[in-house]
C-alpha cells in the first residue's frame, strides 16, 4: 500500500514552525512497510488545501494529514476533508461532551468555537486525544483511508501510537527494516565506486549520506518478517564490511564518543583536554559520553592573550600550530593528571566570501605523541566540530592500538 503524507499550516510555509510530524510519521511508515512515495505542505487555503488532498487520494491509498484541526477559522482540514468527500458535518454527541469534560477538567471554560472540534462526517471515525481537545478523525471511503492528526507533535505522536499505529498494522502487508553503518576516512565519491554497484539493487537498497562523522550507508529490506528483512541486511551487510573494512567504524545509534568511552574505561584509563578554537566543544563532547565520569578529569579552553598566560614561557607561539597543540595536550595531562590529554589548536578565516580553516590537533600519552593536522571548507561550526570528529577517531585509534 501506497501512503502520502500531508502537512497542514501557513506557518510551516513562512518558517515560523519547523515540521517534525512528517520526519516521524515517515519513520513509522516505514517500519510499518508501508511505502511512502510523496510528502507535501500546504497552506491554510481551501481551495489550495483541496487541490493537494484530491492528487493524494487519486495517486495513494492512505492518506495522513497533520494540523488543522483546532477550533479557529483557520483550522480547515475537517472542512477540506468533508468538501471533498461530498459528506456533511454534524457535531456528534459524545464528542461534546468529551470536549466539554477536557475543560472542565482544567477548570476552564470553553469557549463556544471548541464545539468545531466535535463534529465528523458519517466516513469518519473519531480518534481521542488524551492530551487535548481535538480528536483525529479515521475515514474509510472509496478504498481510501485518510488519517487527520492534531498538528502538536506531543499529541499527534500520543494519538499515533495509541490509535493509527495498531490499525494500520492491520493492513500492512509487508514490514520494511534499515541499518546503519558508519564510516570514516573515505570520501563519498570512494565509497560509491567501491560499493556503487549495490545501489543499483532493489531488494535490500542502499544509499550513501554525508555526515559530520563520516559517510554513512543505509541498507533497507523489505520482506514479510523481521526474520527474512534481517537475514537480506545481514548479508548485504557482510558484503559491505569486506569491501570497506576497518573503515567501518560503527552502526546505527553508535556514536563515537560512545566507542571511545567503551575503550578507554575497558583499559582503565583517564582523558583531560585543552582547546583554543574549538571553544570547549571537546570538553562538552567527553563530558556527555557514557560513564564519562570514570574517565574524563577535566577540560580548558583558550583564547587570545591567554594562550600567553597559560605558561611563564615567552616562546609560545602567537599563530595556531601544531606545537602548540602538542603543547595542549601534555599540559592538560600533566594538570589534571591523566593517562591522555588531547589538545585542539587552530584558526578560521574567511577568504573571498568562504570560511576555511585548519585544525592542530595533538594526543599525548604514554608511548607518545601523535599530531594531526587538517584543513575544512565549511561553515564555523562544521569546522569545530569536524575538529573534534577527528580528535575522537584519532583517539579511537590509539586505543585501539594500545
Not at 511505502?35 to 489550495?48: C, F, M
Not at 471511503?141 to 487527520?148: A, F, G, M, Q, Y
Not at 580548558?300 to 602548540?324: C, D
Not at 599540559?331 to 587552530?346: L, V
Amino acid at each position: 500500500m501506497k501512503a502520502e503524507i500531508i502537512a497542514s499550516g501557513t506557518e510551516l510555509l513562512l518558517g515560523e514552525v519547523t515540521d517534525t510530524n512528517t520526519v516521524y510519521i515517515a519513520s513509522q511508515l516505514a517500519e510499518l512497510g508501508l511505502d511512502l512515495y510523496y510528502v507535501s505542505i500546504v497552506g491554510d487555503n481551501p481551495e489550495r488545501f483541496t487541490g493537494v488532498l484530491k492528487t493524494a487520494l487519486e495517486r495513494s491509498d492512505i492518506v495522513i494529514v497533520t494540523g488543522g484541526l483546532g477550533p479557529t477559522k483557520g483550522d480547515i482540514t475537517r472542512e477540506v476533508i468533508a468538501g471533498l468527500l461530498g459528506e456533511e458535518l454534524a457535531i456528534d454527541p459524545a464528542l461534546r461532551q468529551h470536549i466539554i469534560g477536557f475543560f472542565k477538567k482544567l477548570n476552564l471554560s470553553m469557549p463556544i468555537n471548541n464545539l468545531k472540534q466535535a463534529t465528523l462526517i458519517p466516513s469518519a471515525t473519531a480518534m481521542p486525544n488524551p492530551l487535548g481537545s481535538a480528536p483525529g478523525w479515521w475515514v474509510e471511503k472509496n478504498s481510501k483511508i485518510i488519517i487527520s492528526l492534531p498538528g502538536p507533535p506531543a499529541e499527534m505522536q500520543t494519538m499515533w501510537q495509541g490509535e493509527v499505529y495498531p490499525r494500520l498494522s492491520q493492513k500492512a502487508e509487508s514490514i520494511i527494516v534499515s541499518r546503519t553503518l558508519k564510516t570514516w576516512g573515505l570520501s563519498e565519491a570512494m565509497i560509491d565506486q567501491m560499493v556503487g554497484h549495490f545501489m543499483s539493487c532493489s531488494n535490500p537498497t542502499l544509499a550513501l549520506y554525508a555526515k559530520l562523522d563520516g559517510i554513512q550507508l543505509r541498507i533497507t529490506a523489505k520482506a514479510s518478517d523481521h526474520a527474512s528483512a534481517d537475514k537480506l541486511i545481514s548479508t548485504r551487510e557482510n558484503e559491505l564490511r569486506a569491501i570497506l573494512k576497518e573503515h567501518i567504524w560503527g552502526a546505527d545509534k553508535e556514536t563515537l564518543e560512545g566507542i571511545v568511552s567503551r575503550l578507554v574505561t575497558g583499559k582503565g584509563l583517564s582523558i583531560a583536554s585543552a582547546e583554543t578554537f574549538t571553544g570547549g566543544l571537546l570538553s562538552s563532547a567527553l563530558a556527555v559520553a557514557p560513564d564519562s565520569n570514570k574517565f574524563f578529569k577535566g577540560g580548558f579552553t583558550v583564547f587570545g592573550n591567554a594562550r600567553h598566560n597559560l605558561t611563564a614561557s615567552a616562546e609560545q607561539p602567537e599563530k595556531a600550530s601544531p606545537e602548540y597543540a602538542a603543547y595542549l595536550a601534555q599540559t592538560a595531562r600533566e594538570r589534571f593528571r591523566t593517562d591522555i590529554g588531547i589538545g585542539i589548536d587552530g584558526w578560521l578565516e574567511n577568504q573571498s566570501g568562504t570560511l576555511t580553516g585548519k585544525a592542530f590537533i595533538a594526543i599525548n600519552f604514554p608511548r607518545g605523541n601523535q599530531e594531526l593536522v587538517q584543513t575544512y571548507p565549511a561553515g564555523s561550526y562544521q569546522l569545530v566540530r569536524r575538529s573534534v570528529t577527528h580528535a575522537f577517531f584519532s583517539l579511537r585509534q590509539i586505543l585501539m592500538d594500545t
